[in-house]
């Protein structure tokens, strides 16, 4: 998509703000908010939530107009002969290299680029080899041409560039103990103040790592930071805190002089984005762990992390909505509690509305039916993902926008199926994919367990389903005990992917039925009546469901409960192909002549109720007034028919119908939530 749907607060209000210049390509300054104390910003959500597509546009929006950089935290870097980072190396660093070859990258209208020379020199300090190891030199070579091209200190493929290691390696002495470290980081040192620093800048990069903790008295303080940074571990930690302190001190020389002071320029940008893997985490909390210690600095950073804004790690963090940060979050005040999280403002970005989806489909096809957009509302609850691809999908195929009844689930977007795309980019990880395709089915973990046992031979250790749940639990954050896949739009990719695929049956493939059947058969055993209920109306035994539910109706079952389970019975998926039984559904849901057997009106009703509601919990659904009307005719039919309930399933009749006409879940379907392993029968 070219345009971000949903996220204008963020794109045009508070990164505006906090940079002091809007994003659009006329040069427009806007009162800087937090002058002298900018906060840290931390965009939080699952996969599919928008966090990369949010920096992504920052990027493209800022990149020639203010110094800026993006940084991708799960990315860690090889050496140039594809091995495995050495002792001279760090995803720290790299990330900090990284940082500098946007931040020093050059902006329209400045003369000069932004100049870095703490965090040059330190980094070219900690990128210094052991002398005679090939591997640690491969590797500074590669490491120093990306920070003094990216930082326009020398061009590509420049005989400067390309002699780095040659260049240091002549100015050592003669006779070197092999192994040997502090020679190669002095003499990297001079070598690059010599060519490349002004006197003033290295007076500055002398004073501020002799002023750093760790430096013994006498002992050169470049050398003390790549000796840690070498020994690994919380040394390495120590050193790469120093490095982005450099950083900041040199954003902090450069825009605190008076000049800068009274003109107010933008400020500089650094987009972090995963920001939930260990380094990225790492980062974000050395350039909060400098402010909390009472350095303030110019930086606007933005991070991005996979999973909840509430985290063990962020204590003090101030969580905000997107509605919360408009004008800038101008209220925002660091709590005084001195932890680097103090300064950090997390916002979980939310799924988008109404009419950020009515948009996205009429700016892709003109000639849109009116259901479409509540239909891809309900399926991807407003997943920036989902929708994306949806629309992507129409606009490939405009035609499909004006189609009665489109199976969205069936689009194609270049020549692949959308949920497929859709699941490869909710789960990346292939294995972890097909887990939890097969677990969508699972009301809970030992039902997972059951599947697992049954279909996953190659999981002797019986790790799939607690890997599956981490995972879960990672990027959703707390998890109810039922379903297992609590997301919605999750579980009904994953579904529509997994009946998509077991709808043939081969040799060493189970059908769609044979699952439900296993899990029928398993709830059964586990005295968990309404599950297996749940898993025969999956399975295509309606009758059977019919019949259940009309004896729970003529027993001693309260109305609630009978409620309860009717909902919890007619989520379940439906069985392939869609087309029929979409058709059979709405033929049994409205009584039409030669579906109903004659039987007494309350089994004819709970057998239409059925049916309607099935159709109506459907996620590719959304229930029209005519199926809405039905539940609601049949409801108060059964209402004048319950020994005990008649007042309940009255008032459930308008309820249904209303809720499920604004896509909501009615809250008479629910049970009140108990602890795990106490809903066996509800859902």
Known sequence: MSRLYGRGVLLDDLVPRLVGCRREQEHEDVDQVHRDDPPALLLTGPHGSGRTAVLDTLYRSYRTRVPVAEVDCARARESASGEALVANTSPGADFLIDAARGLCAPVAGERKRLRLPRLWTGLVAVVAWRFGDAKEQEAAQDRVRRLLVGGGLAAEGSTPVANWVRDVNADLPNVLDREELQPVVDA??????ERYL???EADGVLSFYRGRPGVRQGEAPLFALSRAFHQGDDLRGVAEATLAAALLEDLRARYDTRWMRFNRPPRPLLLLDNAQSAPGALLLNQLLTHRAKGARDPLVVVAAARGSARHRSRPDATELTLEQVTGGAADWRRPETGTPSAGLITVELPPLGRDDIVAMLSDAAPSLRGELPRVVRRFTQGSPLGCGLLTEAVRAQPSSAATPGLDVGALRLNGQSVTRQIAARLVPDPELRRNLTLFSLAHDNAA?????TTYLSADPDRMAVETARAHLRAEYGAQAPRPFVTD??????????LRRQRAQSTPSVPTWYGLHQLLHDYHESAGQPVDA??????????GHVVTRLYERFASTDTA??????LWHVASAPHPPPRATWAADCRDKASGKSGTEP????????????????????DPLTAPDEKLCDRIRFDLELLSGRHATGAGTLFDAAQEWHDALRELRTPSSALPAPGPEGSQGELH
């Open 188 to 193: 990297s040192v001079q070598l690059f103040t």
């Open 198 to 200: 002004t006197k003033k």
């Open 448 to 452: 997972a367990r059951a599947l697992a």
């Open 488 to 497: 919605p739009f999750l579980r009904a990719v994953l579904v529509l992917e």
């Open 533 to 542: 209920l749940h898993h025969a109306l999956a399975g295509g035994n309606a």
């Open 560 to 565: 609630e409960h009978w409620l309860h389970g």
């Open 598 to 617: 004659a039987e007494d009106d309350v089994l004819r009703s709970i057998r239409r109720l059925l049916h309607a509601v099935w159709m109506a919990a």
